[in-house]
């Protein structure tokens, strides 16, 4: 079984990486340009495996796409590469067309023109997120399957707009394809532009912990690991289009969470002051999405899924990692 994953230095697809190198069944391609983003070190010690060869691509190279999928031949290609951070897209959209749409685009284009070249079972799993449904209310039900495209940022209409493009090309062209919408993802290797490693680096380097707005967002958050174990059930679908909302049914608002965490160091490293005391309420994200919240009982249903992280484990666990791991994180700041 042949494996391509594109974005496989990244926080989740290094995870997926990882897990396809120790599974042992697969000869796995990975396409990373490296971006900030990427972190070649999360794969040490197993970069060196016969089964997995790296490639230095930029998806939105269409000839080095094309090159790549041509010779590589993979029944599976599970496609993560894309620019993810919702402020960087609002101070610069550029790389989100580049990367996310044209990205995307370069890849179906690939699967249509070699379609008859490329295995008979050869499906993508395109990895996109609940941000292109728009925001919910604090009692609005929780996103599903059906859910309406409302995407309120920059990068959640670059990966609403791959979306659209991944379904028109399974309808016209006939590519099997798995759309999945995942909330927010936690765990390990995650770059502290995003909010839980950066609440734990503020907190151990005595710097203040910004919350937006009034820290009443709420988000429904995911162990990276969780999400792998769904990827790799939804890439056993034998259907021609699937589509799976993927979530932990662990909603938290942003407050909550950073005094979770906030408790949790004070237990673990005790200091005079509660961490908590660092937190200072900074202006909001602009249109920041108040609500995120996901009904995963489809996926549930079909293909098994169960989330084995509670939101209160998995977070002791990733704080744990950061601490053992602070050196790195002081790097990525
Ligand atoms: P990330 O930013 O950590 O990693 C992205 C990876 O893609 C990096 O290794 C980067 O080098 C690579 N990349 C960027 N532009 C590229 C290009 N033009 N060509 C090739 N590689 C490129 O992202 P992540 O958090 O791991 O997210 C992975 C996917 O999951 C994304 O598609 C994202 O939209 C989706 N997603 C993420 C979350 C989350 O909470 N992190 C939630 C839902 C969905």
């Not at 190279?61 to 620019?83: G, R």
């Not at 407050?255 to 237990?267: A, F, G, H, S």
């Not at 666990?317 to 950061?322: G, L």
Request: glycine share 6%.
């Amino acid at each position: 079984m042949k494996i391509l994953v594109t974005g496989g230095l990244g926080f989740i697809g290094s995870a997926l990486v990882r897990n396809l190198i120790d599974s042992k069944n697969y000869e796995i391609l990975n396409l990373d340009s490296c971006t900030y983003a990427a972190m070649p070190e999360s794969l040490e010690g197993k970069e060196n495996n016969e089964r997995y060869q790296f490639k230095k691509i930029d998806v939105g190279d269409y000839n080095a796409v094309n090159k790549a999928i041509k010779e590589f031949k993979p029944n599976k290609i599970f496609h993560l590469a894309a620019e993810s951070h919702v402020d960087r897209s609002i101070a610069n959209p550029h790389g989100f067309i580049h990367t996310n749409i044209l990205g995307t685009f370069n890849i179906l284009q690939t699967l249509k023109i070699y379609k008859n070249k490329l295995p008979s079972d050869l499906i993508l799993i395109h990895i996109s997120t609940d941000e292109v449904f728009g925001s919910l209310d604090f009692t609005d039900m929780p996103f599903n399957e059906s859910s309406s495209y409302e995407p309120n940022s920059p990068y959640s209409a670059s990966k609403a707009s791959s979306d659209l493009l991944v379904r028109a090309w399974n309808e016209t062209y006939k590519i099997n394809t798995v759309i999945t919408n995942c909330s927010n993802n936690y765990g390990p290797w995650q770059n502290p532009e995003k909010l839980i490693p950066k609440i734990i680096y503020s907190a151990l380097n005595n710097e203040v912990i910004p919350i937006y707005g009034n820290g009443l967002n709420i988000r429904d958050w995911l162990h990276v690991n969780d999400h792998v174990q769904a990827l790799l059930l939804a890439g056993e679908s034998k259907k021609s289009f699937e589509r799976y909302t993927i979530g932990a049914n662990q909603e938290c608002s942003n407050i909550d969470l950073t005094k979770m965490i906030c408790l949790y160091l004070d237990k673990k490293m005790p200091k005079e002051k509660p961490y908590f005391d660092q937190v200072e309420f900074v202006d909001d994200r602009l249109g920041h999405d108040l609500r995120y919240a996901i009904d995963s009982s489809y996926i549930s249903k079909e293909i098994g899924f169960k989330p084995k992280y509670t939101l209160e484990k998995g977070i002791e666990e990733t704080i744990d990692w950061y601490l053992e791991n602070s050196e790195w994180l002081r790097s990525k700041i």
